[in-house]
């Protein structure tokens, strides 16, 4: 703070004040970085993933849709916005957000597996089933396995 033409300062603040879960104060410490640097999408990208802990899915969603509106391939911003609409119920906007990943990178689980939770919210349970599949073959842990598979394979 020092400097205060300079938002780092600010930002490595909110850094710090989220790693020790004052969640608030680092809101606030981004939104004076934000006000000093308006093009730096990184201080979206934080501020959204601390919205997200907050489950303030709608703000979140604004910060990474200005990250994609900047940078359309950003696939962080693309996979969270994806997580902030998945808690919405907006299984369209999960959809296209992860194709869009996928069609960059096939690599990411979490991608697989947000779309195919999409899907299933969408009532396509056949597609969802496929792009589970494509998820655990791409990786998801096992520990997501045993979480999702059931949703998509009823047992019994």
Not at 41 to 69: C, M, P, W
Not at 100 to 128: F, T
């Amino acid at each position: 703070r020092s400097d205060p033409n300079d938002y780092r300062g600010f930002f490595f603040e909110a850094v710090a004040q989220g790693q020790l879960d004052e969640v608030s104060r680092a809101l606030t410490a981004l939104d004076l970085a934000i006000r000093k640097a308006p093009q730096e999408t990184e201080l979206y990208v934080h501020r959204g993933n601390l919205r997200l802990r907050q489950k303030d899915y709608a703000l979140a969603v604004d910060d990474f849709s200005q990250v994609i509106e900047r940078d359309p391939k950003n696939l962080g911003a693309l996979l969270n916005r994806a997580v902030a609409n998945f808690h919405r119920r907006r299984p369209k906007d999960i959809i296209e957000d992860t194709t869009e990943v996928l069609a960059i990178r096939k690599d990411i689980p979490d991608a697989h597996l947000l779309r195919a939770l999409g899907n299933l919210m969408s009532g396509e349970p056949a597609r969802g089933r496929r792009d589970f599949d494509a998820a655990v073959a791409a990786g998801l842990s096992q520990q997501a396995v045993e979480t999702w598979r059931p949703v998509f394979y009823r047992e019994g």
